[in-house]
T-cell receptor, first 110, second 114 residues
Framework: DAKTTQPPSMDCAEGRAANLPCNHS???????VYWYRQIHSQGPQYIIH???NNETNEMASLIITEDRKSSTLILPHATLRDTAVYYC???????????FGPGTRLSVLP | EAQVTQNPRYLITVTGKKLTVTCSQN?????MSWYRQDPGLGLRQIYY?????VTDKGDVPEGYKVSRKEKRNFPLILESPSPNQTSLYFC???WGGGSSGELFFGEGSRLTVL
């Protein structure tokens, strides 16, 4: 599986956009980029995923670079409840394992 | 309601006393997995299963066993628990294939081994 690299921590002001980067330079053509988050000690929660086009849902937007070697998760208007650890995972469509890295701890500040 | 159910949610036990943490999903998912989470170490995978009777080791399988006799159940077995297995455990499931890779997690089982 391709590996991902994320900054260990980030801060964001409440109401501003939070932009969380992820590097996946060894990603292969059939691998998707997934984002999850974990709030405190709850089970991680799915946010969004994409292959090469940018994606948007009610929670976030995912921007994938043209060469697919990196991506950015955007929370458009961060709230205090978005404080969590955010995980970027690369996984192919079929028969591949989900492996979590250490993630980015996002702190949304009032 | 689609869910992954783990039991027990909390358990305190003693060294060497065999225990099983059950995991059941009602979504007919092919893929299931166990993770443990410890402070500062993130989620580490213990075992996973791509389908019935197909299991494989994750990153930290030592001291654990699993079985996948039915699609919906994936129990985690600690034959002889030790204090270093004190942790927060999560079970998760997903479709094995297709473009929707959403991984559904249980609520977690907090285990303390004295």
């Amino acid at each position: 599986d391709a590996k991902t690299t994320q900054p260990p921590s980030m801060d964001c002001a409440e109401g501003r956009a939070a932009n969380l980067p992820c590097n996946h330079s060894t990603i292969s053509g059939n691998e998707y980029v997934y984002w999850y988050r974990q709030i405190h000690s709850q089970g991680p929660q799915y946010i969004i995923h994409g292959l090469k086009n940018n994606e948007t849902n009610e929670m976030a937007s995912l921007i994938i670079t043209e060469d697919r070697k990196s991506s950015t998760l955007i929370l458009p208007h961060a709230t205090l409840r978005d404080t969590a650890v955010y995980y970027c995972i690369v996984r192919s469509n079929y028969g591949q394992n989900f492996v979590f890295g250490p993630g980015t701890r996002l702190s949304v500040l009032p | 309601e689609a869910q992954v159910t783990q039991n027990p949610r909390y358990l305190i036990t003693v060294t060497g006393k065999k225990l099983t943490v059950t995991c059941s999903q009602n979504m007919n998912h092919e893929y299931m997995s166990w993770y443990r989470q410890d402070p500062g170490l993130g989620l580490r995978q213990i075992y996973y299963s791509m389908n019935v009777e197909v299991t494989d080791k994750g990153d930290v399988p030592e001291g654990y066993k699993v079985s996948r006799k039915e699609k919906r159940n994936f129990p985690l077995i600690l034959e002889s628990p030790s204090p270093n297995q004190t942790s927060l455990y999560f079970c998760a499931s997903s479709w094995g294939g297709g473009s929707s890779g959403e991984l559904f997690f249980g609520e977690g089982s907090r285990l303390t081994v004295l």
